[in-house]
């Protein structure tokens, strides 16, 4: 009777340790999948219907060629790119210029790493009321610092202005977050050990040699991570947009998370906003997986 | 003379930037202090003759205030419930080596669904929170922000306990200790810095989101600050003093918590890829 | 193992406090009525009413104001639920076909039956009241006018009379008057909303209207690429040579500063910016600001109108006392007292009450205007319409296309729309 009841102890505290883990991950997971996992089904299912106030209808692919032939959708992709390429651009030049800046003997370093915090932290919603009280062509300060300087005002009416408008909300953008990408880089160089520029002096590099062959060899992937992230979430762009100017004047800043956002809820074509999700999410999905294989990567080493 | 003329041009540079960052900032200030005929002056107005504190009294009196609470709550709220579920998650992930490589899989699972764009999955949450009939309702954001923020905390903590060596929990338990035992008298207390830095971060992220507080909240029994500044932009004009003012509220305590979380904050940014 | 042991009890506990922290819906005691209204003038007039009410009743009606875009989005939102958190809901009467077909809206002759009366009273102005029935003018009375909204020609008439001319009574008038007086003062002759989506098109239609085109031909096709459409846009084209630059992203905001400032000459809007004009903190034009009805030129001038109606959702729980509200609120007497506060009324008493005509000189024009308005076409995807139709009106005026080309695409995407969810527009 003994050795029987032990066995099955054992077996129940065996099971119990086995399960453990399991226990300890099905919380998130849950409610990870419950509020994930279904959103993808309801986009995928509603892409190929068309719903109306009486009820769904299956339409195949209709949506989907709706999206291939609609130069709206294809404009607002292609803004979206416009916009991505161009504050990356901004970003990373400022953040490297500023990383590298702060990475030297400067006074009051701390201080100044802690100010640069502020556009990144704050709410992007107060970013973008922000942003709008300066741009106001009547009495907003850039304008009136212009006219301080004498020029002509007039006709600079930065997100009224179809032509600049986009270029006003890419500023509104590297603001906000080329703080993000000057954080990065300068853990990535603050990481960065001495004796290879040490090998450099005693080499007797140029500062621009140093910094082509030693420095950002060595900052790579501090960079991709800053450049990926950063992606990712520029293709996803919406609270700026929404508040600076709706996709507006014309459709001169209408970005895809904007597009999709007024086709399903201003106009209530949900099957339409599904199959333009999918396109949007295509994109995400890949770049997410160029990040995780990144991670994968790192992790190995 | 060239280093010192290199190092002029250092802070000369430095204070050009610094300009740039926080000159928005002050008007923004600015703006919520200044008397409505200085606001509309041209030139501007860059250092008022005269302060007003109406439009943060105004706050009081208006339904700002409400709305910064439900702020508050829905982002201690979902940071609660992310940090509970996601550490215990981290913790298992960073433990025990799973069959079929789950470890990996399931942590860049997680890592995925926070690269989900929010726009894909607002309609679908919208529905399933209106079949709930859980809109406008604080537990709805709650539950949408706890789901932001796991896959954050789960990395983030994940590297916590990476760091910690496992004769810890061994000697706990060859004394006779039970696994959770060991986890919440042992390590837990070891990673208390990481917690809070971690809780910190999913504060901010909740308090900051727009999109899904503007669907899922219709009154300001749930409506978030956020969405509160935004509605001060009127068909006719916009009320740049309340929004101003409420602007300032919505941004002091991050920074008080940023500067709180500093030093753990290149990592929290980076999902765990950059050590800060 | 002691797998549930205190470590766990207090997470669950914390866990379930945080959720129920989070679920307790701040609803305010059951008896409250919910009403959504649009911020700005008509937030200000609807609280000052419902204040007034809980005086007088003793029932509390919250107000809750959305920015205009917004509030379309929550009304679709809500009404289209299970349940409607609103009780009252206003609604600018474009939205009102779709909010009507999809059967949101409570019917009103019930609840007017069961006090024992017909229907509305006579007073209110028919044009507002045909906005309120689904079909338009015909079918069944889904809301009721509050705010009685149509547009107005605004014009310098000190100018004017300083330089001897005939206030204009055609677009070609405004032209031409608007040059002349514009290059003697030094500011510009004109200036309109531009700005795409409802903006434009609200300022494009009586233009469009005066020069013969309507968008829709009698089968309810789209026709806004006729000869008399091609030449109402290229007529707003050559007004952008008086015209402010930066006036294709204005909305009324802009056009209203313009005229407080007196940089411009004329201008259409809507009246809620006439007690700016004779604000002195605002206004550099007090006493200066004529009001006509909008040109004419093939056709009389007929301006759009934009009430904003009331409804109660069909699924509101307190339909009984949402109406007493109604019927309180659109009377007479409050209609007096919201008027007063810059929201012109949908009752003709009201319009000839003396004591606002003293206030209100614009009343009388305001209101032949309001009675010769057209509404925009009834349509339930007017929403979708109105954004097509407003990007390329709007890229016409930023140089984008041509007029023929812009209303040759509009046409085509309109078209599109309709066919696409098997509608045909009216034109009313």
Partial sequence: MEPQRAKSVTRSVQWREKAFPYALLAPALLLLAALTVYPFFYILHTSVHRLTPAGETFVGAQNFLRLLGDPFFYRAAVQTLVFTASALTLEFALGLALALLLDSQIRGRALWRALLLLPMILPPVVAGVTWRLIYNPGFGPLNGALRLLGLDTRRLTWLADPIVALASVVLVDVWEWTPFVFLILLAGLQAIPEEPYEAARIDGSSPWQTFRHVTLPLLLPALLVALLLRTMDLVRLFDSVFILTQGGPGFATETLSLYIYKTAFRFYDFGYAAAASLALLVVTGALSRLYIRFLTREERA | MRRRAATFGKYALLAVFLLFFLFPLYWLVLTSVKTQAEQFASPPVWWPRSFTTDYYAGLFQSTTGWLAFNSLLVAAGSTLVALAAGTLAAYALSRFRLPWRLNQRLGHWILSTRMFPPIVSIVPLFLIMRGLDLVDTRAALVAAYSVFNLPFVVWMMKGFFDELPRELEEAALVDGDSRFGAFRRIILPLVRPGLAATAIFCMIVAWNEFLFALILTQTEGALTLPVGIANQVTQYEIRWGAMSAAGVVAMTPMFVFALAVQRHLVRGLSFGAVKG | ?428
């Fill in chain 3, 1 to 428: 193992m002691k797998l549930c042991n205190g470590g766990t009890v207090v997470a669950a506990a914390l866990l379930l406090s945080a959720l129920a922290l989070g679920a307790c819906r701040s609803r305010s005691t059951d008896s409250d009525l919910l009403m959504a209204v649009n911020a700005g003038v008509e937030a200000d007039g609807l609280k000052a009413s419902a204040a007034e009410y809980r005086k007088e009743r003793g029932i509390t009606i919250r107000i809750i104001e959305y920015p205009y875009q917004s509030l379309f989005e929550k009304l679709m939102i809500s009404l289209t639920g299970p349940s409607s958190n609103y009780d009252l809901v206003m609604i600018d009467d474009p939205w009102f076909p779709r909010l009507a077909e999809m059967q949101t809206l409570a019917e009103l002759a019930p609840l007017f039956r069961a006090r024992g009366l017909t229907g509305p009273d006579g007073d209110f102005v028919e044009a507002s009241l045909a906005l309120c029935r689904h079909p338009y003018r015909t079918g069944a009375l889904y809301a009721l006018p509050c705010v009685g909204n149509t547009q107005l020609f605004f014009y310098r008439r000190d100018l004017y009379e300083k330089h001897g001319l005939e206030p204009p009574r055609t677009w070609d008038d405004v032209y031409r008057t608007g040059k002349e007086i514009g290059e003697r003062e030094g500011i510009y002759g004109y200036v309109m909303r531009a700005a795409q989506g409802n903006a434009i098109v609200s300022d494009f239609m009586p233009l469009f209207w005066a020069f013969g085109g309507e968008m829709f031909d009698a089968s309810g096709r789209p026709r806004v690429n006729s000869p008399e459409g091609v030449a109402a846009l290229e007529f707003m084209l050559r007004l952008a040579e008086i015209a402010p630059p930066g006036y294709a992203n204005f909305n009324a905001d802009e056009v209203g500063a313009h005229l407080l400032q007196g940089t411009a000459v004329m201008a259409i809007n809507w009246p809620a910016w006439i007690p700016a004009f004779a604000d002195p903190a605002r206004s550099k034009v007090i006493g200066k600001i004529g009001y006509l009805n909008v040109p004419s030129q093939k056709r009389p001038g007929a301006s759009s109108i934009g009430n904003w109606l009331v409804g109660i959702p069909r699924r509101s729980r307190h339909a009984e006392e949402a109406f007493e509200f109604l019927l309180w609120v659109t009377a007479p007497e409050q209609m007096r007292q919201s008027a007063l506060k810059g929201n012109p009324p949908t009752r003709r008493s009201v319009f000839e009450d003396p004591e606002l005509v003293a206030r209100f000189p614009s009343y009388p024009v305001q209101y032949r205007a309001l009675v010769g308005s057209r509404p925009r076409p009834r349509s339930a995807v007017w929403n979708e319409i109105e954004n097509t139709f407003g990007i390329y009106l709007s890229q016409a005026n930023s140089g984008y296309y041509s007029a023929r080309e812009a209303l040759d695409a509009a046409n085509r995407d309109i078209e599109a729309i309709l066919q696409r969810w098997n509608l045909s527009a009216r034109n009313p």
